[in-house]
């Protein structure tokens, strides 16, 4: 499902620091729409998805 991304190579897809990816990632820092919307695509997969809990 997820394609085979580092974090560095997700971050750079989307145009973020791979520090800030990391704080989304870790529920420490609230993302843009923007930001998701972009990260999901990278993923190839629907917004929805990346929101699950």
Request: glycine share 6%.
């Amino acid at each position: 499902m997820y394609q085979n991304l580092t974090q560095e190579r997700l971050a750079e897809a989307v145009g973020i620091d791979r520090s800030t990816l990391q704080r989304i990632e870790g529920g420490y820092s609230d993302a843009k729409i923007s930001h998701l919307l972009l990260i999901a695509h990278a993923l190839d997969i629907r917004l929805a998805e990346l929101l699950e809990e």
